[in-house]
């Protein structure tokens, strides 16, 4: 084989809690991830020539190495020298679909995208976990969307425990095209702003982080109860952003108040905001109702479900 087709879902944070400091300058963190049917289809081809390229069908997707994808291919050529010297350079294709910049980790799961489908292209026969280990060191987000489902993610993201799978809640997101907040802005600030209640202790911060555990939203999802789920969401990052960006405010604003919302809640560092439903029809009612309560052509509208896979292979040539 010398191409591989592969789906990159995006991702949704249920539950984000910010526990403390990290002496890396990141943050200690207690999430819970849900993949989404949401996704990014992303080729990776095998090139005569030893170079890495990337195209994409998306303006704001860069083709050079500022973009993960591209990095993600950089660290396996590293990584592995010998197998990039047999089977040479690699063609990547990005057909996006995940707004950029969203708090829906696309870029993420399209480096996580590449990885997979490397290993296959280069029959490195690597496990899942030595392809989140080499995923972490991408990107926080890069370990979990390898196995995606749903997951506790602790440390600065990158350490998993997998849930049992939640199949079938309904989803609309909602993200205004232009707009865009910055992850590191959003922790800085977050930081400035929060910090003096941060837990210093590491005894106390393990404590915590693995309070998660035994929390009301994992006996939730345990039981699979959509309503429950919806009612223990929770995004500390809303702190910071919802004050700084009224546009998201709004949206939550406006989802709180629709008939058949179990729950809303910005995802990640924003901007984009869900919804969680019972069923689809509800999902689309109400993205109708917010297409019409906000007429702004800026405003893009999904209807989605949560998944209970990561990457996966679609076709192989
Ligand atoms: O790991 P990643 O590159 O996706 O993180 C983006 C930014 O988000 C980091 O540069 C950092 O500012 C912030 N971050 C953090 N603590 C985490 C994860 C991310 O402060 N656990």
Known sequence: MHSYS?????????????????????????????SIGLADYIDVHSISNDTIRVHSNHPQVPTDNSNLAYKA???????????FAKYGGVEI????????????????????????GIDLLWKLGLTQSELEELGATLGSD???????????????GEQLSPLPSLDK???????????EVSTPWAYKTYRQEFGNS??????????RASAVHSGEIVKAIALADAGKIAQKLHNDLERVVLPAYPQVLQLREIFANQEGVLGT????????????????????????????????EDLELF???TITHGIQVASSI
């Not at 984000?16 to 200690?28: A, K």
């Open 198 to 207: 941060y837990i210093r202790d590491t005894n106390d911060l393990a404590a």
């Open 303 to 305: 209807v989605t479900r």
């Open 265 to 296: 809640m910005m995802s990640g560092s924003g901007p984009t905001v869900f919804a969680l439903f019972e069923s689809e029809q509800q999902a689309e009612q109400v993205k109708l109702h917010v297409r019409e309560a906000i007429s702004d």
């Open 73 to 83: 291919a950089e660290l396996m050529t590293r990584q592995f020298p010998e197998a």
């Open 93 to 116: 294709s990005i057909n996006k679909q995940i707004p950029v910049a969203a708090g829906l980790a696309g870029g993420s799961t399209n480096a996580a995208a590449v990885l997979v």
């Open 142 to 156: 890069v370990p979990f969307c390898v196995s995606g489902g749903t997951a506790i993610a602790t440390g600065r």
């Open 169 to 179: 809640i309904y989803i609309v997101l909602a993200k205004y095209r232009s707009l």
């Open 6 to 34: 592969l789906i990159a879902p995006a991702k949704i944070n249920l539950y984000l809690e910010i526990i403390g400091d990290r002496p890396d300058g990141y943050h200690e963190l207690a999430m819970i991830l849900q």
